[in-house]
């Protein structure tokens, strides 16, 4: 089995900043993707960003210029830098990543709060 820990969640203002971070752990896996989703009250989960084993990134529309996505293969981590948020920013964003164990399967975090208040 393969977990991820998210971190860094909490309560900003408009227009500020916070970071995620998400780390996996485990044995004898390899990962490709790594990625944030969100999941806002009474919307369906959707794709925030994601990056691959390369560092080829993918953003959501509504984040490009503002969110930038990195990773650490080393550590296994993968970091969501987020600025200028608004409070359409408010969800609950999940860490995943694509892993190879005995074969191929998306994992997830538990997830953290992100709320951002006007």
């Known amino acids: 089995q393969v977990q991820l820990v998210e971190s860094g969640g909490g309560l900003v203002q408009a227009g500020g900043s916070l970071r995620l971070s998400c780390t996996a752990s485990g044995s004898g896996f390899s990962i490709n993707n790594m990625g944030w989703y969100r999941q806002a009250p009474g919307k369906q989960r959707e794709l925030v960003a994601t990056?691959?084993?390369?560092?080829?990134?993918d953003y959501a529309d509504s984040v490009k210029g503002r969110f930038t996505i990195s990773r650490d293969n080393a550590k296994n981590t993968v970091y969501l830098q987020m600025n200028s948020l608004n409070p359409e920013d408010t969800a609950v964003y999940f860490c995943?990543?694509?892993?190879?164990?005995?074969?191929?399967?998306?994992?997830w975090g538990q997830g953290t709060q992100v709320t951002v208040s006007s």
């Open positions: 995943y990543c694509n892993a190879f164990k005995v074969g191929w399967a998306t994992y």
């Open positions: 990056i691959n084993r390369g560092g080829s990134t």
